[in-house]
């Protein structure tokens, strides 16, 4: 079986205490590829690491740039928008600032011209460094969903029901996404998840099949991955 490299924590905070400074170490060992940062409830106390990082260190994220896992698509401009979320959390927050902010656009009309251009995007500015993930209850991974192929690459996709009500969506909700392919594509990966809603997926990733059927699985042998975990998201692992 392939293996990946696990750390698992006392708390949620001290797990995301760790993969805040890994990422930091990633954006420092890649500084000339891009960072990836993904939304999500998980990322809010990394965030909060890497802000009172940066704010003992001003300037650490100077020079970076970074780039967006994914997008729901909507007409809508709100809270919902993950660029905004991720900006509002992190980089607005950022006292020293950072180079730039590559985003996916979720209100344009043309989600596969919006798709084709980020990936065109990344592959233009020196493809990923290190990638931050959270994972979904399904083991999603960015909104790669089960039944993704491990070659899929960054386009618009359907959503599971379960990612639909989890997150209050309205049916037929699409979004953009990263593939499995730029995403392994990562010199580093990072991946994130707490609570007990997360330990099945972690399990499927981890010690299940390495199958669409679990994205997160998909990931599995990539030469470095590391999975940062609490307690809870880890209680099932044997
Ligand atoms: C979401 C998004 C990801 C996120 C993951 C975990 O649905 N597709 O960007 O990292 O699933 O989200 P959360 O941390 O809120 O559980």
């Not at 300037?59 to 729901?72: H, N, Y």
Request: glycine letters at 10%; one cysteine or more; hydrophobic letters at 40%.
């Amino acid at each position: 079986m392939l293996r990946c490299s696990v750390r698992v924590f006392d708390t949620p905070q001290l797990a995301a205490a760790a993969a805040g400074d890994a990422f930091i170490d990633g954006v420092s060992e890649f500084s000339m590829r891009l960072a990836g940062v993904a939304a999500g409830h998980t990322m809010k106390p990394v965030y909060d690491h890497l802000v009172s990082a940066e704010a003992r260190s001003s300037g650490l994220f100077s020079r970076t740039a970074f780039v967006q896992l994914d997008e729901v698509v909507s007409p809508v401009w709100g809270d919902a928008n993950f660029s905004e979320e991720i900006d509002r959390h992190l980089l607005s927050r950022l006292s020293g600032g950072y180079r730039t902010f590559l985003v996916i656009n979720g209100q344009t009309n043309q989600p596969d011209v919006e798709a084709n251009r980020h990936r065109a995007a990344i592959l233009e500015n020196g493809g990923l460094g290190v990638q931050l993930l959270g994972i979904g209850v399904n083991g999603h991974v960015g909104f790669n969903e089960p039944g993704c192929e491990p070659d899929s690459r960054c386009r618009v996709t359907e959503l599971a029901m379960s990612t639909l009500e989890r997150n209050g969506y309205t049916p037929g909700t699409r979004a953009v996404t990263l593939g499995i392919t730029e995403i392994a594509s990562a010199q580093r990966i990072i991946i994130v998840a707490t609570g007990v809603a997360k330990s099945l997926a972690v399990k499927a990733m981890i010690e299940g099949p390495k199958s669409g059927a679990c994205p997160a699985s998909l990931l599995r042998g990539h030469p470095d991955l590391t999975l940062f975990l609490d307690r809870a998201a880890a209680k099932d692992l044997s």
